[in-house]
């Protein structure tokens, strides 16, 4: 997931009561909720090909994570010492951890996936249940993260606390008002979600809340979270049926929700000669393919040195879950992955080189 979602959830933990601990308990947990993904520092020099091989690596690992718990904890209560802060290291090393496992549990919900056993074991595993922006569970980790703890201090609590929530939202609103005609979304989600971050801005107004409020939150994003594994594997059905309705033996598939529609999902299924994506609307019971492209995996040119031998070739068959090869619209080659696109155009993810000469 992106590191707006990471952050509130730790927040959100933290406001369950755990903050009453220690002054400090909140803003660790919300910095150990974002710091294995400081593996995107090398991507600063190394760029998308490092990128692509080395990112939820060894940071999002179980072995990572159980060594970042104790590391980051002693750091941040030396630094608390050093600032001549009162901090105790068990609370500290509690929410250290708390926010540490909460990362790769978050990441394993898409289909970018999660490689828990590294560098023991460099497999990817995909959850393939959430869009890896979902502005539900935003609603739902602020809403936890805004009603809890601190409203429990009543109407003398500082205003600032407030005044800060309100970026935030007029942010959200504008980004899933503007994503939304974009992804084909109905206005009335964005609505919906606006009317749900105003009554929790209300409630915090009015000082209503507290630590079982966020507890009360967090256990709806796990029913919401529930409800969306179902829904993915239901959708996933229905597109391999649609797929094999379509004379195609499918050996490799995912499921994917659409942001802010966690109703429509978009299927890909595949053999070893084409890819094909479905687009399955569970409200509207509908099921149709939207996109085929042909594989090309056992071409040639994929064999050519001035292809196979580079540092881009090697991070496409690392990372790349659903890889084709097509010729974009100019007549260079371009290595995808059907996951994000399935069109031979330039992503995050995928390369382009001068077609080589047969």
Same mark, same amino acid.
């Given at each position: 997931?992106?590191?707006?979602?990471?952050?509130?959830?730790?927040?959100?933990?933290?406001?369950?009561?755990?903050?009453?601990?220690?002054?400090?308990?909140?803003?660790?947990?919300?910095?150990?909720?974002?710091?294995?993904?400081?593996?995107?520092?090398?991507?600063?020099?190394?760029?998308?090909?490092?990128?692509?091989?080395?990112?939820?690596?060894?940071?999002?690992?179980?072995?990572?994570?159980?060594?970042?718990?104790?590391? =980051?904890?002693?750091?941040?209560?030396?630094?608390?010492?050093?600032?001549?802060?009162?901090?105790?290291?068990?609370?500290?090393?509690?929410?250290?951890?708390?926010?540490?496992?909460?990362?790769?549990?978050?990441?394993?919900?898409?289909?970018?996936?999660?490689?828990? =056993?590294?560098?023991?074991?460099?497999?990817?595993?995909?959850?393939?249940?959430?869009?890896?922006?979902?502005?539900?569970?935003?609603?739902?980790?602020?809403?936890?993260?805004?009603?809890?703890?601190?409203?429990?201090?009543?109407?003398?609590?500082?205003?600032?606390?407030?005044?800060?929530?309100?970026?935030?939202?007029?942010?959200?609103?504008?980004?899933?008002?503007?994503?939304?005609?974009?992804?084909?979304?109905?206005?009335?989600?964005?609505?919906?979600?606006?009317?749900?971050?105003?009554?929790?801005?209300?409630?915090?107004?009015?000082?209503?809340?507290?630590?079982?409020?966020?507890?009360?939150?967090?256990?709806?994003?796990?029913?919401?979270?529930?409800?969306?594994?179902?829904?993915?594997?239901?959708?996933?059905?229905?597109?391999?049926?649609?797929?094999?309705?379509?004379?195609?033996?499918?050996?490799?598939?995912?499921?994917?929700?659409?942001?802010?529609?966690?109703?429509?999902?978009?299927?890909?299924?595949?053999?070893?000669?084409?890819?094909?994506?479905?687009?399955?609307?569970?409200?509207?019971?509908?099921?149709?393919?939207?996109?085929?492209?042909?594989?090309?995996?056992?071409?040639?040119?994929?064999?050519?040195?001035?292809?196979?031998?580079?540092?881009?070739?090697?991070?496409?068959?690392? =990372?790349?879950?659903?890889?084709?090869?097509?010729?974009?619209?100019?007549?260079?080659?371009?290595?995808?992955?059907?996951?994000?696109?399935?069109?031979?155009?330039?992503?995050?993810?995928?390369?382009?080189?001068?077609?080589?000469?047969?």
């Amino acid at each position: 997931m992106e590191n707006v979602a990471h952050s509130l959830l730790g927040l959100a933990l933290a406001r369950t009561g755990l903050d009453r601990r220690d002054a400090l308990v909140a803003p660790t947990l919300v910095l150990a909720a974002n710091l294995p993904d400081i593996d995107t520092i090398g991507a600063v020099f190394g760029g998308k090909t490092w990128y692509l091989i080395h990112h939820r690596g060894l940071t999002h690992g179980a072995l990572g994570i159980a060594l970042q718990i104790p590391l =980051f904890a002693l750091l941040v209560h030396v630094v608390a010492r050093w600032a001549g802060r009162r901090a105790r290291l068990g609370p500290l090393l509690a929410a250290s951890a708390l926010g540490l496992i909460s990362h790769p549990l978050l990441d394993a919900l898409n289909t970018y996936g999660v490689r828990p =056993f590294i560098p023991f074991d460099w497999t990817w595993y995909y959850g393939d249940v959430a869009f890896i922006l979902d502005p539900w569970l935003w609603l739902l980790f602020g809403a936890a993260a805004c009603l809890g703890g601190n409203v429990e201090r009543g109407p003398r609590r500082a205003r600032h606390g407030d005044a800060a929530w309100l970026p935030f939202g007029l942010l959200a609103a504008s980004i899933l008002f503007a994503m939304g005609p974009t992804r084909g979304a109905p206005r009335a989600a964005a609505i919906v979600w606006a009317v749900g971050a105003a009554i929790v801005a209300a409630l915090r107004v009015r000082g209503l809340g507290g630590a079982k409020v966020a507890g009360l939150a967090l256990g709806l994003s796990a029913l919401y979270l529930a409800g969306l594994c179902a829904a993915s594997r239901v959708a996933l059905h229905r597109g391999l049926a649609e797929a094999r309705g379509a004379e195609m033996q499918p050996t490799e598939s995912s499921s994917s929700p659409q942001p802010m529609i966690p109703w429509r999902f978009d299927v890909v299924a595949g053999d070893r000669s084409a890819l094909r994506r479905i687009r399955v609307d569970l409200l509207a019971g509908t099921t149709r393919a939207t996109n085929t492209i042909v594989r090309n995996l056992d071409d040639p040119v994929l064999r050519r040195p001035e292809i196979v031998e580079t540092p881009e070739y090697e991070a496409w068959r690392r =990372f790349a879950r659903h890889p084709y090869a097509a010729a974009d619209a100019e007549g260079r080659l371009v290595l995808g992955d059907a996951r994000y696109e399935m069109r031979p155009v330039l992503t995050f993810c995928s390369f382009r080189f001068a077609m080589p000469e047969r």
